[in-house]
């Protein structure tokens, strides 16, 4: 695969992160699992409620 699609995986699994992280989620455990699940795990992240 092109190197340009590890860079953009990698950038969205920070960008959730992040967003997790404003959610007072673990900002470490959305990182995981976004390089497993990309953006599904974004669609999870925006969708769940912030606690």
Known sequence: MNNEFYV???????INAG???????????WFLLSLLLGPLATL????????
């Open 8 to 14: 953009g995986w990698g950038t969205l699994a920070l």
């Open 19 to 29: 967003l997790a992280q404003g959610k007072n989620r673990t900002g470490l455990n």
């Open 44 to 51: 999870f992240l925006v969708l769940s409620a912030k606690r």
